[in-house]
């Protein structure tokens, strides 16, 4: 589950509750469009997830992927 730190919904709470075991992650500067307001964001974590599957959560890198 991708959450844009500016979207001011809790759809990123209601998620979480209803999916307890969903990995969740913000990206930063981005709000509810995450694809058009941070796309190189979106593309690099959805690259590590399916390249990585569950071992995209162990950073390769310094722990933030394009803050």
């Known amino acids: 589950m991708l959450c844009g ?3 001011q919904s809790d759809a990123g ?3 979480r509750r209803l999916l307890p075991e969903c ?3 913000f990206v930063y ?3 509810r469009d995450i694809g058009a307001e941070r796309p190189e ?3 690099f974590i959805t690259l590590e997830f399916f390249e990585r599957r569950d071992l995209f959560l162990v950073s390769r890198e310094n722990g933030m ?3």
């Open 29 to 31: 500067d981005a709000g």
């Open 41 to 43: 964001a979106l593309a």
């Open 23 to 25: 990995h969740f992650m």
């Open 13 to 15: 709470g209601r998620h």
């Open 65 to 67: 992927a394009f803050p």
């Open 5 to 7: 730190t500016k979207d």
